[in-house]
């Protein structure tokens, strides 16, 4: 571009050069460079999506085996006591849902168990998963598997030499608790009774603190009963579709509550093999048609937001927080859980 000093009486004229050919060649070549990156970027992004994380709420990790494999064998963890269907298990069974790559899972249970409805959702929702994918999944007990940890590990379909305990495990406590603490004898011996207003006499089934006369504590608890009994013989009927080659004489033997070592577990048919999650894991890839070579290994953490990293863990728990957990340790629940005061769970 050439400027021309212009004469004060003459309008400024600017003159345009025409580029040399060189210049025109490296404007084109530029913009075929550019194209081809972008589609060389969009192509590697569609070969390698399986490897990019799609989801906020969980943080896939390899574990083991093929790192480049496309096939994977999902670790999913069951861990610690089941309050609800929701929370990070809830999350990495959606994650998996939603993963087309996953080829079979691996349920790794160290939990005590839980509350019924809790516990019976994810089972639930593991083996309709596992069903509309055809699934295999693979059980692999942690530290302890019992009552409603025992429960979801039911949800294998059903097949043969799928559930791995190791040999420290504890696991078993097939039944139903619902905890009642009476502490209205104590209330009256500082003159304090309960005068709550309800629409009927069983309303305040479970209260700590009514004085109820016998007929009607005779009254709830048969009532109580008759739920623990229908809930506990879903339990057994849940078992039985797990463990298919256990007769119903077999069930009704190792369902009294009690607590199985993994070799105890192991002779009474409630685990197939003592074993660790590598077993497991090359258990899955067996069933699922894949090798140590073809297939990936990945398992899920939560992930971690600027407050976790400053404080190192979990968010310090306001009064809201409080309040829930108050409500939990009074509200009537049923519960397939291994512990002799199960309401305590819910005020963790």
Same mark, same amino acid.
């Given at each position: 571009?050439t400027l021309i000093?212009?004469d004060p ?5 600017? =003159? ?7 210049g ?5 070549i530029?913009?075929?460079?550019a ?6 970027a969009?192509?590697?992004a569609? &070969?390698f999506a ?5 989801? !906020?709420? %969980?943080?896939?990790?390899y574990?083991?085996l093929s ?7 999902a670790?999913?963890?069951?861990t610690?006591p =089941?309050? !609800?269907g929701? +929370?990070?298990?809830r999350?990495?069974? #959606?994650?998996v849902?939603e993963?087309?790559g996953?080829k079979a899972i691996?349920?790794r ?9 809790g ?6 929702r593991?083996?309709?998963l596992?069903?509309?994918?055809e699934?295999p999944? %693979?059980v692999s007990?942690? +530290?302890?598997?019992a009552? +409603?940890?025992?429960y ?5 379909g059903g ?6 305990a ?6 078993g406590?097939i039944?139903v608790? =619902?905890p009642?603490?009476?502490?209205s004898?104590?209330l ?6 309960d005068?709550? =207003?309800?629409?009927g006499p069983l309303k305040?089934?479970?209260?700590l603190?009514?004085d ?8 709830e608890?048969?009532?109580l009963?008759? @739920?623990?009994?229908?809930?506990f013989a879903?339990?057994k009927?849940i078992v ?7 007769d119903?004489? &077999?069930?009704e033997? &190792? ?6 070592t ?5 002779? &009474?048919?409630l685990? #197939?093999?003592?074993?660790?999650l590598?077993d497991?894991v090359?258990?899955?890839?067996e069933l699922a ?8 290994a990945?398992k899920?953490t939560?992930?971690?937001g600027l407050?976790?990293?400053? @404080?190192?863990?979990?968010r %310090?728990p306001g009064?809201r927080a ?5 409500a939990?340790l009074?509200?009537?629940?049923a ?6 005061w ?7």
């Amino acid at each position: 571009m050439t400027l021309i000093d212009p004469d004060p009486r003459q309008p400024t004229r600017v =003159i345009l050069e025409q580029g040399s050919m060189w210049g025109r060649w490296g404007t084109r070549i530029a913009w075929t460079v550019a194209g081809i990156s972008l589609l060389a970027a969009v192509g590697s992004a569609g &070969a390698f999506a399986q490897y990019f994380q799609r989801d !906020g709420t %969980v943080v896939e990790k390899y574990h083991s085996l093929s790192k480049v494999a496309s096939a994977k064998v999902a670790i999913v963890s069951l861990t610690g006591p =089941i309050m !609800g269907g929701d +929370g990070f298990i809830r999350s990495q069974i #959606d994650h998996v849902a939603e993963d087309d790559g996953v080829k079979a899972i691996v349920l790794r249970v160290d939990s005590p168990g839980g509350t019924v409805s809790g516990s019976d959702e994810i089972y639930h929702r593991l083996s309709k998963l596992a069903k509309d994918r055809e699934l295999p999944v %693979v059980v692999s007990m942690g +530290g302890i598997a019992a009552s +409603g940890g025992y429960y979801v590990a039911m949800a294998n379909g059903g097949r043969d030499d799928v559930i791995f305990a190791e040999p420290a495990t504890l696991t078993g406590s097939i039944g139903v608790i =619902i905890p009642h603490f009476d502490v209205s004898q104590l209330l009256k011996k500082y003159d304090v009774r309960d005068d709550s =207003i309800t629409s009927g006499p069983l309303k305040e089934m479970l209260s700590l603190t009514k004085d109820r006369d016998p007929a009607l504590a005779e009254r709830e608890r048969t009532i109580l009963q008759s @739920l623990v009994d229908d809930m506990f013989a879903r339990f057994k009927e849940i078992v039985q579709a797990g463990r298919p080659k256990l007769d119903a004489a &077999a069930v009704e033997k &190792a369902a009294t509550g009690q607590v199985f070592t993994a070799r105890q577990a192991q002779d &009474a048919g409630l685990v #197939d093999r003592i074993g660790f999650l590598e077993d497991a894991v090359a258990r899955a890839v067996e069933l699922a048609g894949l090798t140590e070579s073809t297939a990936r290994a990945v398992k899920y953490t939560k992930p971690k937001g600027l407050l976790d990293e400053v @404080l190192g863990g979990d968010r %310090v728990p306001g009064s809201r927080a409080a309040l829930e957990a108050f409500a939990e340790l009074t509200a009537p629940r049923a519960w397939y859980l291994c512990s002799w005061w199960p309401a305590v769970v819910a005020g963790r």
